[in-house]
């Protein structure tokens, strides 16, 4: 049993699809053509199996990846938020919540000590502090545990397709 997975229907994904899905988590900008030469199909085949990944939700969405060092975004610092409860509606309000503040980018539901954790960015200490204040204020927080990220060792946009569906 995956106890991780959500209520996601699983599509049937061949080779080839995975050869597309490869291509695009490495080049967005590929243009159907050159999409279909390094695939090795022909245009309206390529352009009709990335239309299916799209509709089919495969394709969750295109996107830019911008290098947070380079618009003075260096730190990341990894939350851990543990609520007062987790009743749904309480749960629901801190989610909603949460949602609003722009520098939080990623947030996961937990299973274990804490029920959630963020992936909050800043330019340093100082800044992170007003951001830290706005998420203690969020409905039903009791505590917050941060950690400063020193050094990125490893940051991943590509998913292991290949040899995995």
Do not use: W
Not at 48 to 56: A, F, I, M
Not at 151 to 162: G, H, Q, S, Y
């Amino acid at each position: 049993m995956v106890l991780f997975m959500q209520n996601i229907s699983l599509v049937p994904i061949d080779e080839t699809d995975q050869a597309i899905l490869s291509a695009l988590q490495q080049n967005g900008r590929l243009t159907n053509v050159q999409l279909a030469q390094k695939i090795g199909l022909s245009e309206s085949a390529c352009l009709r199996r990335v239309r299916l990944l799209e509709t089919s939700g495969v394709v969750d969405r295109y996107a830019m990846i911008v290098n947070q060092t380079a618009i003075g975004l260096p730190g990341n610092v990894f939350v851990r938020v543990t609520l007062d409860g987790q009743v749904q509606e309480k749960l629901s309000l801190f989610e909603d919540a949460v949602k609003r503040i722009p520098e939080v980018m990623e947030c996961y539901l937990m299973s274990g000590e804490v029920d959630y954790v963020l992936r909050v960015i800043c330019r340093d200490n100082t800044d992170f502090t007003k951001t830290h204040s706005r998420l203690a204020s969020l409905p039903g927080v009791l505590r917050i545990n941060s950690s400063f990220t020193l050094r990125t060792i490893i940051k991943k946009t590509e998913l292991p397709i290949k040899g995995r569906l």
